[in-house]
């Protein structure tokens, strides 16, 4: 490689492991131990990458003795490929954590796999009427939820299911357990279902709202709901006294919400620009209060964000495959990716040293960032 093509890469390029899916990445979830990143895509298949780098990027810096610039050289090699399951469905299929490494995925038969690190699937855990639309796993609680569209089944993974309510003709196609495992989210029509599942499941709440909600995320202590709508903004829900707010004026769905723990903050897709506020003035009764100014505005939609777990940084996917991080509350921003396929999805590990990117060109990839990089 010349010196002008290697001026020319990105940090996308140096950094990423990247593979290509023949279909676009739908979703994608790290493992709980951090080992493993599953990749769901429309065409119904997983791929399974392994975390740990054979090239991190540590290994591939360089300080010049004269000017004491730092360089990283590019790859050497290919990473190891993914490993790719059969196809659970005739579209995307639903993703979970579970256990230690491996994953659980929902079928449209109405099976629910658990799925080894290796690809491996032993006897369903789960079994029910109807395509699984959506999945869930409480590993405090030891509990699966799953829904078929319409009816919401709570089940310990021993082939068991009970129904937890029957909606009438509302959808139900998305699922969020609490932090601790008590209390199950489920997306309802145009509204969400809050209950309590120790014991017997008891109905806490139900809060209705302008439009369906296509995400559900809970707060790291459990305290609020955070909802994107497919019209109309982001849907907030206080567990403390119920009490709920509409963050409006959005031109896209919101198809991802994400809360930053060490910014006690909120970040939404959807928007022009990385949408954020602080919890510290919840914007429960307008959209301006507590709102955090986080990179840039454009003229690009976001598509995916994702909250460092450990520092105050936020990671935005756009529409024209743009990839940033930025510093909440700051224009501040590191370019990762100028331009690719649009990104499906982004998430990053526990210990915020990867990031795993998916994209609609099928595009799946795991940025490892050295350890300097973000202080």
Known sequence: MNQHAIQNLTLF????????????????????????VAFACVDGTVAIATVADQEPPESRIRVSNDLGQTSIRPRERSPVPLIATAAFGDGDVPLAAHLNSGFLVGATSGEVWHLTPGGGCMEP??????????????????????????????????????????????????LAFSPDGRRLACG?????????????????????????????????????????LETGGVALVSMADGHSGIVAGFPSPVRTVCWSPTANALFASGAFRIAGWSMVA?????????????????????????????KKLVAAGYA????????????EEVLIRPLGSAVTALAWSGDGRHLAVGAVDGTAAIVTFPAQMFK
């Open 13 to 36: 390029d140096l950094l990423a492991r990247s593979w290509r899916r023949p279909s676009a990445v739908a979703d994608l979830r790290f493992s709980a131990d951090g080992s493993t």
């Open 125 to 174: 855990l789960v079994m029910i009427d109807g395509p699984v639309v959506a999945i869930d796993h409480s590993a405090r609680a030891d509990t699966i939820a799953v829904s078929n569209g319409h009816d919401v089944f709570l089940s310990g993974g021993q082939g068991d299911a009970v129904k937890l309510r029957h909606s009438t003709t509302s959808s139900t196609d998305a």
């Open 188 to 228: 309802l029509g145009e509204g969400v279902s809050i209950c309590a599942v120790e014991g017997n499941a008891v109905l806490i709440r139900d809060v209705g709202f302008p439009a369906r909600p296509v995400s559900i995320r809970w707060s790291g202590d459990g305290t609020w709901l955070a909802c994107g």
């Open 282 to 310: 919840p914007p429960v009764d307008g959209e301006t209060s507590g709102a955090l100014k986080t990179g840039r505005a454009g003229l690009v939609l976001v598509e995916a964000v994702a909250a460092h777990p450990e």
């Open 320 to 331: 024209n495959g743009r990839i940033t991080i930025a510093q909440i509350g700051s224009p």
